[in-house]
């Protein structure tokens, strides 16, 4: 089978990458006629996640991909991938001004955590470490590009990850979560873990 690559905005390609790597095949969605395709996995890339959540409501996307992932279909969901998944949304500081407190609509909605949305404002929210990841390994890669963090881990979800005590990798079951953006880097252990799930 193949992995499904969300396709409408963001980071996609380089996943597409990372999973050939690995000897995997992806497809793209960009539809809800995309939906019908056989597929056994899902990758929600980095990008904008208000433009990402946009589009799925246009393609009609949305409910029948949170229905897959609450079905339990696999997914790897990075930095904006982790804002659409994510039960509870707040902003941070978006175009110089500071929204926190204000907590837009969510998206699929089947991740137990609240995820704040530019969460170090614009300048900080970039940067590059690594770390280690529960079940992936130690010294793993973290690019963060403007990226969310995870500010509070329900009872469903196990944490995985920390940077500077942020929470900034998680898993429910089935859905791995990430911060950070592993397609831009070489290390493949991620993905190897998607494909593991
Ligand atoms: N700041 C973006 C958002 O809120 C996420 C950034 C990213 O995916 N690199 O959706």
Do not use: W
């Not at 992806?26 to 433009?51: Q, W």
């Not at 959540?53 to 790897?76: F, K, Q």
């Not at 990430?178 to 998607?194: G, M, Q, T, Y």
């Amino acid at each position: 089978m193949a992995t499904a690559v969300l396709a409408l905005q963001g980071a996609f390609v380089e996943h597409e990458g990372r999973l050939a790597e690995l000897g995997e095949k992806s497809l793209e969605l960009r539809s809800a006629e995309d939906l019908a395709r056989p597929f056994d996995r899902l990758v929600l890339p980095g990008g904008e996640s208000t433009v990402q959540g946009r589009l799925l409501r246009r393609e009609g996307m949305l409910e029948p991909l949170a229905r897959l992932v609450a079905d339990g279909m696999p997914v790897l969901a990075t930095c904006a991938g982790l804002i659409l998944l994510a039960a509870r949304i707040e902003d941070g500081v978006e175009d110089g001004r500071d929204r926190s407190g204000v907590r837009p609509a969510r998206h699929l909605g089947t991740l137990d955590v609240t995820v704040v949305r530019n969460a170090y404002g614009r300048q900080l929210g970039s940067f590059h470490t690594r770390g280690a990841v529960a079940g992936v390994g130690d010294d793993v890669p973290m690019t963060f590009i403007r990226a969310p963090y995870v500010a509070e881990v329900g009872p469903g979800a196990e944490e995985l990850a920390r940077v500077d005590g942020r929470v900034v990798a998680v898993r429910q079951g089935a859905q791995l979560a990430v911060a950070f953006h592993p397609e831009l880097d070489r290390d493949l252990r991620i993905h190897e873990a998607l494909l593991a799930l």
